[in-house]
Structure formats: structure tokens, C-alpha cells
């Protein structure tokens, strides 16, 4: 939080007008309460309201907008919930006694020597007390303004995933060009009666062409050693087809076999050189497949067909929206009327992403779990704070010999130690992050049985 940022001051006015309100209010109740109708009786009233106001008003709301600076109330709650308790109680104890030793030394000419004895240290505890229990009220106030901020985030974030999903299903149904299996079909019937052996040989690569095609369906990314292989048995397809019209080069051996691309994202680029360009024996179409500064590049000549019309580029921007799925690194497309040039993304360890994402996601669903539990926390918080006060004030006020207040502090006290435990889920006995790294120990474990099995 910074002074130069307009926010922070459109804030703080906000925050002193609530202060001046809410001690315009106390000052009014107190002076009719204490029969103070003086100049000088109301002067003192408002005083003392405006110190307990602005000093722990004021101070707690400065110190909860700085520690919300620090630390995210959903992504480090529990860090955000121990800096706000251990804060808060330094800073409300020590603003308690100084406005203590003002009112009650200063202004009510009080001996030093009784300021924490007798009367006075009830007084001291339950101020203390009921600020704590005012200041928890605002933390668990601030937590839910960005708790609801971050699952409206989290909805908007589920449902853009949820039409990606559904564009990566379109994508895929897409893939596969109807002109390309109907001249293919057309091609394996002029073979059969032309030449059986190669309509054997065609069959039999258009087979796994499409075999291929519905193992990759869910995968995000496959080797590129994969999709070369693919690439070279789909080319022999588009041979066999075109004769001598079409020559490729596309490589037997990667520079490294963790490598991975989009799959099935060379078909549609081979298919769309074909389809835009002119394939013939007097004009054959040269298609280069190569690496080149960690991209794979895949190069044809450009003979544009005449009555193909203006291209509509849905099979590239097929390509470029599923790279943008999972990737930074966009696709680059390059074309200077001679060559036509489209550069890949070579990605690795897709894998690692997706098991981030399911962990990701399993952390969203636990924090959703806690919130009911962090809600009923901070309920049951600012209900100690606020209920424990006037149970010493009644024993105070009706039986004194007996201090039984110590009973409910202690025995409620212990019982929501133990629900700020289970809902940190105890982690200060275990360590930080240990239920992450319980899950990731479990998911490799299952991922290595599934390897094995």
C-alpha cells in the first residue's frame, strides 16, 4: 500500500467519516447515560469516544488494508489469519493502555500506582477483550469481501474453461477435413479397379491415419516424434493420391525426444497446403518439415489455386487457439507470396502441467470445503470476545468475592484453540503445505502404478 495510490485515499476518507459518525454516536449515548449536559462533561465524553474511535477504528482498519497488501486471504490464509491475530492483539493491547493512561491518569487524575490494579485492570481486560472481539469482527468481515471477490474470479475462471473445453471439442471434430475422406474414398475406388495392390497398400495407411486420429482425441499434447511419424505416413497417403505432384521432407530423428506439439496439428497444416495450392507433375507442391529455435517449422511452396476463393484460415486459427490453450509461446505464421512458412511451439513436459492443474483444482475444491469452517470460526471468535466482557462485568458486579469469569475463558478459550487448529488444518504442528505435499506423494504413487500395472 502505497500514499501515491488514489484507492488508499478514497479509503481513508471513508474510514475517518465512519470514525467521526461512530464517535458522534458513543458521545451521545454516554453523555446521556453519565448525565454529562456540560461544556466541559460533553467535551471529555466526545474526546474520550473520539480516541477509542480513530485509535482502534482507525489503527485495526490501517493495519487490516496492510496486511491485506501482504497476504491473500485465500491463497495464504493461514498466514493472513496469524499476522491479523498476533497484530491486532499487539497493537489493540498497547492503543487500550495508552488511552487508558490518558483518560484515567491524565484527564481523571488517577495515581500511576492504581493504573494496573484494582478496578482497573478489569477495565484494562475488558476493553481489551471487546476491541479484540470488534477488530476479529472486521477481519472476518474483510476476509468475505475477498473470499466472494475471489469465487466470483473462480466462476468466471470455471466458466471460460468450460468453453474452452467445449471449443477444444468442436476443434477436434473439426480437424479431420470431409473434402479430405471424400477424395480419399474416391481415390481407393479408382484404385481398386486400376491397381488392387496399391488400393491394399492405401487402405492400409488411410487405416492408420484415422487410428492415430482417435488415439490423439484426448491428449494435449503428444511426442513430436509421434506426429512426425504420423506426418510422414499421412504424406505417403497424400502420395499416393497425387503421384509425383507432391515431395516432402520431413525428418527421421528429433533433437530431443521430450519434445511434444499439438497433435494432429500437421494434418491440418498438410491438408491446407494441399487444399490452397495448385498440386500437379508441371507444378508440384514441396512440403519441408524442420527444427529451428526450439519451433518446428513446416514449410510449402505456394502455387495458389484460382477458384479456391479467399481463405478463411479456420484450420490455422484451429491450431493457434488449442497452443493458446496451454502455452504462452503463440504459433507464428509467415508467408512472403513465394513460401508459406508456419513455426510450432516445441513444448515440454506436458505432463507436469497437467498434474499442476488437478492439483490446482483439488486445492480450489478443499478451500471451498474450508470456507464454512473459517466462517463459523471467526462466528464463534467474535461471540468469545464480544460474550466473555459482560461475563466479567456480571461477576464483577454481582458476586466479586469469586472470580468465575475464568471457567468460560478458559474452557471456551481451549475449545476455539482447537477450532482455529482443525480449521488451519494443523498445519503448526505438520508444516506448511503438507496436505500439498500429501497429495502430489499420493498422484505420484498412483501415477507409478499406472505405469507399472
Given at each position: 500500500m502505497t500514499?501515491?495510490?488514489?484507492t488508499f485515499f478514497t479509503k481513508l476518507k471513508k474510514d475517518i467519516f465512519i470514525c467521526i459518525k461512530l464517535t458522534v454516536i458513543m458521545a451521545v449515548i454516554f453523555v446521556i447515560i453519565n448525565q454529562q449536559f456540560t461544556l466541559k462533561g460533553m467535551g471529555l465524553v466526545f474526546l474520550i469516544s473520539a480516541m477509542y474511535s480513530f485509535t482502534l477504528g482507525l489503527g485495526n482498519g490501517l493495519i487490516n488494508d496492510f496486511l491485506n497488501t501482504k497476504w491473500d486471504w485465500v491463497t495464504e490464509t493461514n498466514e493472513r489469519v496469524w499476522a491479523g491475530i498476533i497484530t491486532t492483539t499487539i497493537y489493540t493491547v498497547i492503543a487500550v493502555l495508552i488511552i487508558h493512561y490518558v483518560q484515567y491518569i491524565v484527564i481523571f487524575d488517577n495515581s500511576f500506582e492504581d493504573f494496573f490494579s484494582g478496578y482497573l485492570i478489569w477495565v484494562h481486560l475488558f476493553a481489551i477483550i471487546f476491541s479484540l472481539g470488534v477488530a476479529a469482527f472486521f477481519h472476518a468481515r474483510g476476509f468475505m469481501i475477498n473470499w466472494k471477490s475471489a469465487m466470483t474470479q473462480e466462476t468466471t475462471k470455471q466458466e471460460i474453461v468450460a468453453k474452452t473445453e467445449t471449443a477444444k471439442f468442436e476443434s477436434l471434430k473439426s480437424q479431420l477435413d470431409p473434402h479430405f475422406l471424400f477424395?480419399?474414398?474416391?481415390?481407393?475406388?479408382?484404385l481398386i479397379g486400376e491397381n488392387p495392390n496399391q488400393a491394399e497398400k492405401f487402405t492400409t495407411k488411410l487405416s492408420k491415419v484415422y487410428r492415430y486420429?482417435?488415439?490423439?482425441?484426448?491428449?494435449?499434447?503428444?511426442?513430436?516424434?509421434?506426429?512426425?511419424?504420423?506426418?510422414?505416413?499421412?504424406?505417403?497417403?497424400?502420395?499416393?493420391?497425387?503421384?509425383?505432384?507432391?515431395?516432402?521432407?520431413?525428418?527421421?530423428?528429433?533433437?530431443?525426444?521430450?519434445?511434444?506439439?499439438?497433435?494432429?496439428?500437421?494434418?491440418?497444416?498438410?491438408?491446407?497446403?494441399?487444399?490452397?495450392n495448385v498440386v500437379s507433375s508441371s507444378k508440384p507442391l514441396t512440403i519441408n518439415i524442420y527444427e529451428e529455435n526450439n519451433y518446428l517449422i513446416i514449410e510449402n511452396n505456394i502455387n495458389p489455386k484460382e477458384a479456391i476463393g479467399k481463405s478463411t484460415k479456420v484450420g490455422l486459427q484451429n491450431i493457434a487457439d488449442r497452443y493458446g490453450l496451454i502455452t504462452q509461446r503463440g504459433v507464428k505464421i509467415e508467408n512472403n507470396n513465394k513460401t508459406f512458412k508456419v513455426s510450432l511451439p516445441l513444448l515440454y513436459k506436458m505432463n507436469d502441467i497437467m498434474y499442476t492443474d488437478d492439483l490446482e483444482n483439488n486445492k480450489y475444491v478443499k478451500a471451498v470445503e474450508r470456507v464454512e469452517k473459517l466462517k463459523e470460526f471467526y462466528q464463534n471468535l467474535a461471540s468469545y470476545c464480544i460474550v466473555i466482557p459482560f461475563l466479567i462485568f456480571i461477576n464483577l458486579r454481582f458476586s466479586p468475592g469469586f472470580h468465575w469469569f475464568w471457567f468460560p475463558i478458559f474452557g471456551w478459550g481451549m475449545g476455539l484453540a482447537f477450532h482455529f487448529l482443525e480449521v488451519n488444518n494443523y498445519n503448526i504442528f505438520l508444516g506448511r503445505n503438507w496436505e500439498d505435499k500429501k497429495i502430489k506423494e499420493l498422484m505420484d504413487k498412483e501415477n507409478n502404478h499406472k505405469q507399472y500395472r
Open positions: 500514499t501515491s495510490n488514489p477424395n480419399s474414398l474416391n481415390v481407393l475406388t479408382s486420429v482417435l488415439e490423439q482425441r484426448n491428449k494435449d499434447l503428444v511426442p513430436i516424434l509421434e506426429e512426425l511419424t504420423f506426418a510422414k505416413t499421412y504424406m505417403q497417403l497424400l502420395g499416393m493420391r497425387f503421384e509425383d505432384a507432391v515431395e516432402f521432407n520431413i525428418p527421421d530423428t528429433v533433437s530431443n525426444k521430450d519434445l511434444k506439439i499439438v497433435p494432429l496439428s500437421l494434418q491440418l497444416l498438410l491438408e491446407n497446403a494441399v487444399k490452397h
